[in-house]
C-alpha cells in the first residue's frame, strides 16, 4: 500500500513540474486529458490591451495591465503623480467626488476608485487591480470616441490649446462646451451680441468680455504669450481668429496664471466637469440677463430690471441702466429664490435661475408649483429667454435627498447635485417632450 501511494505521489510531483505536460499526455493520450492538462499547466497569465488613449502609453498603467496590483497613495497634489492622473479619469466619466472631502475616511483617489469598484461589483482594496483598471479603460475608450465626435463639431475646438498632463484631453473639454451652448435655443443672445457661444468668432467674444472671465485667456498662436489687452481688442475691432485659448479654471495645471508654465501640483481640490459646466452656465447666465433685446422688447425696461422686479424693489433708474439691487420686496422669502445666493441681488437671482433652468428643470418646476413668486421667474425664463424650450434635467430625487437632510436652500444650485460624493453626472441636457424647440 506504501509503494502505491509513493507512485501516485511521484506522479503527482511530476505533473506539477516540468515534465508533468509530457506525462499526462503519456498516460491520458487518446483522451482530451492530455490537452486539457497541458492547457492548464502552459497558461500564461494574460496581459490587459489597454485601449484608451489616456492610459495605454502610462507605465503604471502598463504595469497594472500585465497583471501587477498597484498600492494607491493619499496624495494626489502633484500633476505627474499616477493617482492625479486616476481622478482626472473619473472626473471624465462625470464623478463629482474628487476632494479631501468626498468620501467619508477615504482619501478622494480610493475613495472614488472603491466606488468605481462598487458600480461593477468588485471588492474595495486599497489597491488598483488589472480588473478594475481594465473596466475604467474600457469606459474612458468609450469616452473618447464620443468626445472627438462631438469635439469635431464644435467649431472653437480648432482654438483650443493641448490640456496639460494627466489633465482631461482637449476634446474631452470641446465636448463639454458644445454640449451646453449646443443645448441651447439658436436665438438666445448675450451680452455682447454673440447668439450662442458656438462659431469662432461668437466663441472669441465670449472669451473677451463676457462670463465673468471664467472661459479662459487668449494666447498668441505660436502658444508663447498671452496676447495684451489692446491685441484681443484689435482681434474682435477687425473680426480676426488670430489666436489660441487656453482654459485657466477647468485644468488644475492652468490655475492661477498658468497657461503658459503649467503647475506641478494643485490645490486640495479637483474642478469637477459638472463643477465647471455649472460655473459656465451660471456666468453664461449674467451675460444674457445683460442684453435687454434678449430678453424683453426695446421699448419696455431692461429684462434683467422686469425680472429683478420679481422679488427685488427696482428704483425709477433701472430702465436708464444697470443697478444692483438687494432689498428684497419681502421678509419671508425663502420659497421664492432657487438658491442661497440667489437671494444677493437680482443679477445673482437671474443667473442662478438661469443655471437651475438648463441643469435643474425638474427641481425648479417642482420647486415652482408651490411658489408664485418663482413660477414668475420660471415662466419668464421660459417665455423670453429660452423660446419655451425647457429641459428634463436633475431630477427629483436630488431635491427630495436635500430636502431629507436640510431645512434651508442649497448656497448655490450646483449644490443640489454635489451633495453627494456618489452622485455621477450623465452629461445630458434632456428636452421636455411638450416643449417647442427647434435644434
Known amino acids: 500500500m506504501k509503494k ?3 507512485i501516485f505521489a511521484i506522479v503527482a510531483i511530476l505533473v506539477l513540474g516540468i515534465g508533468g505536460s509530457y506525462l499526462m499526455s503519456y498516460f491520458f493520450s487518446g483522451t482530451n486529458y492530455a490537452s486539457i492538462f497541458s492547457s492548464i499547466i502552459n497558461t500564461k497569465p494574460s496581459i490587459l490591451v489597454l485601449k484608451s488613449s489616456f492610459f495605454k502609453n502610462d507605465p503604471i498603467a502598463v504595469s497594472i495591465a500585465k497583471g501587477n496590483d498597484y498600492l494607491l497613495s493619499d496624495s494626489f497634489e502633484h500633476i505627474n503623480s499616477f493617482e492625479f492622473k486616476l481622478l482626472s479619469a473619473f472626473k471624465q466619466l462625470g464623478f463629482v467626488g474628487l476632494g479631501y472631502s468626498a468620501y467619508d475616511g477615504q482619501s478622494p483617489v480610493s475613495g472614488a476608485v472603491n466606488y468605481f469598484r462598487k458600480i461593477h461589483s468588485i471588492r474595495a482594496s486599497n489597491y488598483l487591480d488589472k480588473k ?11 469616452r473618447e470616441i464620443n468626445d472627438k465626435k462631438v469635439a469635431t463639431t464644435y467649431p472653437p475646438f480648432s482654438k483650443f490649446m493641448d490640456s496639460p498632463i494627466n489633465e482631461p484631453p482637449k476634446e474631452h473639454l470641446a465636448m463639454l462646451l458644445a454640449g451646453l451652448f449646443g443645448s441651447l435655443p439658436k436665438n438666445i443672445t448675450s451680452f455682447e451680441g454673440c447668439h450662442n457661444v458656438w462659431t469662432v468668432e461668437e466663441f472669441r467674444d465670449s472669451l473677451s468680455y463676457g462670463l465673468g472671465g471664467n472661459l479662459g485667456r487668449f494666447i498668441s498662436e505660436d502658444s508663447t504669450r498671452y496676447l495684451t489687452p489692446q491685441e484681443y481688442n484689435d482681434l474682435i475691432s477687425n473680426n480676426q481668429t488670430d489666436f489660441k485659448y487656453c482654459n485657466d479654471l477647468y485644468y488644475s495645471a492652468n490655475q492661477l496664471d498658468n497657461c503658459l508654465t503649467p503647475a506641478l501640483h494643485v490645490n486640495t481640490q479637483i474642478m469637477s466637469d459638472f463643477d465647471y459646466i455649472y460655473t459656465v452656465t451660471h456666468e453664461f ?3 444674457v440677463a ?3 433685446d434678449n430678453l424683453t422688447d426695446v421699448s419696455k ?3 434683467i430690471c422686469l425680472f429683478g ?3 427685488f424693489v427696482m428704483d425709477s433708474s433701472c430702465p436708464a441702466g444697470h443697478v444692483s439691487i438687494s432689498d428684497k420686496k419681502r421678509v419671508d422669502n425663502n420659497g421664492e429664490f432657487i438658491s442661497e445666493y440667489a437671494k444677493t441681488n437680482q443679477d445673482e437671482d437671474f ?3 438661469f443655471s437651475a433652468y ?5 427641481v425648479f418646476r417642482e420647486r415652482a408649483k408651490s411658489n408664485s413668486y418663482l413660477k414668475q421667474k420660471y415662466d419668464f425664463l421660459k417665455n423670453n429667454v429660452f423660446d419655451k424650450r425647457e429641459f428634463d434635467t436633475g431630477g427629483l430625487e436630488r431635491y427630495e435627498l436635500w430636502n431629507s437632510k436640510h431645512n434651508s436652500l442649497p448656497n448655490v444650485v450646483r449644490d443640489y447635485f454635489t451633495q453627494e460624493s456618489s452622485w455621477v453626472w450623465d452629461y445630458k441636457y434632456n428636452i421636455l417632450k411638450q416643449s417647442k424647440w427647434f435644434f
Do not use: C, R, Y
Not at 481594465?134 to 475608450?141: I, N, P, S, T, V
Open 132 to 142: 478594475t483598471l481594465e473596466f475604467l479603460d474600457k469606459e474612458l475608450a468609450q
Open 358 to 362: 438648463v441643469l435643474a428643470g425638474d
Open 285 to 287: 447666465g449674467h451675460s
Open 4 to 6: 502505491i501511494i509513493i
Open 290 to 292: 445683460f442684453n435687454s
Open 351 to 353: 443667473a442662478e435661475s
Open 301 to 303: 425696461p431692461s429684462g
Open 309 to 311: 422686479g420679481i422679488s
